[in-house]
């Protein structure tokens, strides 16, 4: 990394929060450095799409370098960061250390299993395209193996999909698998008996999307049961084997899918002290985005947890909204710093939540308006179009839904495997 004479400002992850700050950032005269261990943003509001085979992953996703063309103050690196050393200002990383003068982590979280090894090991996260894409496949994989399984009870396990996680992903992903049941199934396997896929979504609590009102809660339980879903309430998987699941109250569903939706937890880093971590693994921070106990290393997004925020004394949600106003406030203020003036503490302007669960059926929450159907679905498909990075995803996912409307179909039913698992299962290989 070059020395130019500037400050350097090293933000380690470029999701929403990342990103934003890297774009105020750029603006003033500090070197930015951003590092991901991946060269591209995913949005994943749509990763359900990418899933059920309704959106290419490349729609969702946006090369980090080519956001930030023609800034010579920006540089990218492709790495993980494995640890801090706050002291002595740098970041280790498999491809050397970078020295830092001021850090921004950025760096979101992960699938939680709660510690249990079989929902590790056999259920599907979905929180990166890659799981997206590994979802697509073992979808449409098992598809074909029921096509060749003629016992019933057997490819009842290929058809049948379990979500575990009643929270807007769960539902999201149980609308769209219900409606590729209705209009896909019939066309593209004419052999199978659609009406033999079975969807559950199983929530613990008592009703749906913990995080929005009653009103939503209850209409997405009726538009999913309208779909055909079965919505499991108050009940809990407790175990899974890649075969059975086992809920709490001894009711077992067999099913060789199981989509685990219920939960996440902070990304570590390790070389912080343990006690800036709070609940749910996220980094204490205060009004100013700085963690606990560190007057140069920042916290933004998903991981972290911000105090004294009156209205939101759990923290702010875990939403895209969040971390694109925390990464705006933060780099604001390292542009108001670099003039002398005062910085602002961060305060969250709630925009409301959406949630779809299929054609013309979503749930909106607004600051001072609620309404489910169809204008909610409208907006739904606004909000998720303006907020996608580059105006050539914008313009392919809003094609791919107009001619998703039009014509009950989504075109993308390909089974692409990575190439090192085809070349060891053609090869027979076992390094
Ligand atoms: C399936 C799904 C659906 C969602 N739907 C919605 C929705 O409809 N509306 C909404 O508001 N929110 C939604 N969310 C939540 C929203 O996506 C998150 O709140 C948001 O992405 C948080 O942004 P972030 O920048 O904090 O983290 P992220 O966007 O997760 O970005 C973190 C970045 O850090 C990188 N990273 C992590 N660890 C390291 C490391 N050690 N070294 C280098 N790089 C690292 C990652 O590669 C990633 O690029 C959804 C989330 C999921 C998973």
């Not at 956001?67 to 970041?91: C, G, I, S, W």
């Not at 999201?172 to 409606?179: Q, R, T």
């Not at 939503?216 to 009726?222: I, P, Q, T, V, Y």
Request: net charge positive; charged share 25%; hydrophobic share 40%.
């Amino acid at each position: 990394m070059p020395e130019t004479g500037q400050e350097r400002v090293v933000i380690v992850g470029g999701g929403f929060a990342g990103l934003e700050l890297a774009r105020q950032l750029v603006k003033g005269p500090y070197q930015v450095v951003l590092l991901d261990k991946n060269n591209y943003h995913q949005f994943q509001p749509l990763l359900y799409q990418v899933a059920t085979a309704g959106l290419e992953p490349s729609s969702i996703a946006f090369p980090l370098r080519k956001l930030f063309q023609n800034r010579p103050n920006f540089y990218f690196r492709m790495t993980e960061v494995l640890a801090v050393h706050p002291d002595e200002k740098y970041l280790e990383t498999p491809r050397g250390i970078v020295w830092f003068d001021y850090l921004v982590l950025a760096i979101g979280a992960r699938t939680n299993f709660f510690g249990n090894e079989h929902f590790a090991c056999h259920a599907i996260p979905m929180k990166s395209i890659s799981e997206a894409l590994y979802l697509r496949n073992a979808i449409l994989d098992d598809l074909e193996a029921a096509l060749t399984t003629p016992e019933y009870d057997r490819r009842q396990g290929f058809v049948d999909i379990v979500i575990v996680g009643g929270g807007p992903t769960g539902v999201e992903l149980a609308g769209a698998l219900a409606e590729m049941r209705h209009w896909i199934l019939p066309k593209d396997y004419p052999e199978l008996d659609a009406s033999e896929m079975d969807i559950y979504l199983v929530q613990s609590g008592k009703r749906l999307l913990p995080g929005m009102s009653e009103e939503a809660a209850a209409k997405s339980l009726e538009f999913l049961q309208s779909l055909g879903v079965h919505v499991v309430l108050g009940d809990r998987v407790v175990d899974y084997d890649g075969e059975w699941v086992t809920l709490k109250s001894g009711r077992k569903i067999y099913s060789k899918k199981v989509i685990w939706a219920a939960g996440i937890t902070g990304n570590r880093v390790k070389g912080l002290d343990s006690s800036v971590l709070t609940r749910g693994n996220r980094l204490q921070v205060d009004a100013l985005h700085r963690v606990k106990g560190y007057d140069h290393i920042f916290a933004i997004g998903d991981i972290a947890l911000m105090e004294g925020d009156p209205d939101w004394p759990e923290g702010h949600p875990q939403v895209a909204q969040a971390a694109i106003q925390q990464g705006h406030n933060l780099g604001r203020n390292f542009l108001r710093k670099a003039k002398g003036k005062d910085l602002k503490p961060f305060r969250y302007k709630d925009k409301g939540a959406l949630a779809t669960i299929g054609r013309n059926k979503a749930v909106a929450d607004l600051p001072f308006w609620k309404t489910q159907g169809w204008i909610a679905w409208a907006l739904w498909l606004f909000v998720h179009l303006f907020a996608l990075v580059g105006s050539k995803n914008k313009v392919f996912v809003f094609l791919n839904w107009v001619w998703n409307y039009i014509t009950y179909d989504q075109s993308l039913r390909l089974i692409i495997r990575p190439w090192l698992r085809k070349r060891k299962e053609e090869r027979d290989l076992t390094c």
